[in-house]
């Protein structure tokens, strides 16, 4: 099998009878883990009004993390650009950077990361568009970094502090072909999260490094794929941990608590469940027929002790270099 570097997707999971602030305190550790394992990146979700996840500030939990770590890149997955003004997010990022130079990662998102009316109360005081208008905040940030307005331009002045600071490399993530088009046309990274897709991950991955066009941004295509694992000792206790995640896309879907197999079924083509060699086994051909050059795990696994067990076990598999 052909081994690929390994990183972790958090969204802060709030598990029942816990708390939001249990959850935040649980991704500080686990970042912790993931660095001393020799993950590559840990990147932060965005994500409101939502009561399972307490990741609704991205940027905020990437610089808590990259302080307590050495070695891991932290960036978010993403930030969802329709709730932000470009100029905010460059400037945050800017500061992240300068902070924490070559460890930051700017993972960008087209969906608001919510509901219509959580949306609607996140950008009511912008004056933009209640459309859909990510291609023009998308091109806004750009042309704020590369100060591409043209002369006359009013935001032709306008600079996204700290000036002397380059963005980190951006990033575009995404569940269809929209995403992988426009990250190979502007030569960004590519993130697929294959672990909710209904869009085939190979035909996405594939036709961004086929189409992918060298830019200021990325000289050759870097495509990340995005999957969600349970790996535990043994195969029945796998099954055990996971059987939690599979209630919890219910509860998302439907709204309702009642089991539904079909749904269930279908949630599992998804979901990589196992012993380190058995979810080995069934990544592989993925990692094949996508050319995926790195992994992005993510594990909603309820106990805040198996899930780290999971990133150790898959450390394990994949021969990551840990630190002492």
């Known amino acids: 099998m052909r081994m690929v570097p390994l990183s972790v997707l958090d969204l802060s999971p709030v598990t029942s009878g816990s708390s939001g602030t249990q959850a935040l305190r649980n991704s500080l550790d686990l970042a912790g883990l993931a660095d001393r394992l020799g993950y590559t990146r840990y990147w932060l979700a965005e994500h409101h009004n939502l009561a399972s996840i307490a990741s609704a500030a991205p940027e905020i939990m990437i610089g808590q993390i990259a302080a307590r770590t050495r070695r891991l890149r932290v960036g978010s997955g993403g930030v969802m650009l329709p709730n932000h003004a470009p100029l905010m997010v460059a400037e945050r990022f800017k500061v992240l950077e300068a902070l924490f130079p070559g460890r930051i990662d700017l993972g960008i998102g087209r969906a608001p990361g919510t509901d219509p009316v959580t949306s609607l109360a996140l950008r009511m005081r ?8 990510f291609l023009e905040r998308l091109q806004e940030l750009l042309l704020l970094e590369t100060r591409g ?11 996204a502090m700290p000036s002397d600071v380059e963005l980190p490399p951006i990033w575009l993530l995404g569940s269809s072909d929209y995403s992988s088009q426009l990250a190979a046309a502007i030569g960004a990274g590519f993130a697929f999260a294959h672990h909710f897709a209904t869009h085939d991950a190979a035909a996405a991955m594939l036709f961004y490094r086929e189409h992918f ?10 495509a990340i794929l995005g999957v969600a694992v349970v790996c535990a000792e043994t195969q029945e206790e796998a099954e055990r941990l996971a059987s939690t995640l599979d209630l919890n896309a219910l509860r998302r879907s439907k709204g309702e608590y009642l089991p ?7 949630n599992r083509t998804r979901l990589f469940v196992g012993t380190k060699h ?3 086994d069934r990544l592989a051909p993925l990692i ?9 795990i993510t594990s909603g696994i309820y106990e805040h002790s198996a899930r780290k067990r999971c990133y150790e076990l898959l450390a394990e598999a994949f021969g990551l270099p840990a630190s002492a």
């Open 126 to 133: 912008q004056q933009g568009s209640a459309d859909d208008d």
């Open 213 to 222: 066009r060298p830019s200021a941004l990325r000289d050759r295509p870097y």
């Open 260 to 266: 539904d197999r079909e749904k269930i079924f279908r």
């Open 278 to 280: 058995a979810v080995l």
């Open 149 to 159: 307005y043209p002369e006359g331009h009013p935001f032709r002045s306008v600079q």
């Open 288 to 296: 094949e027929t996508t050319g995926a050059d790195e992994l992005m």
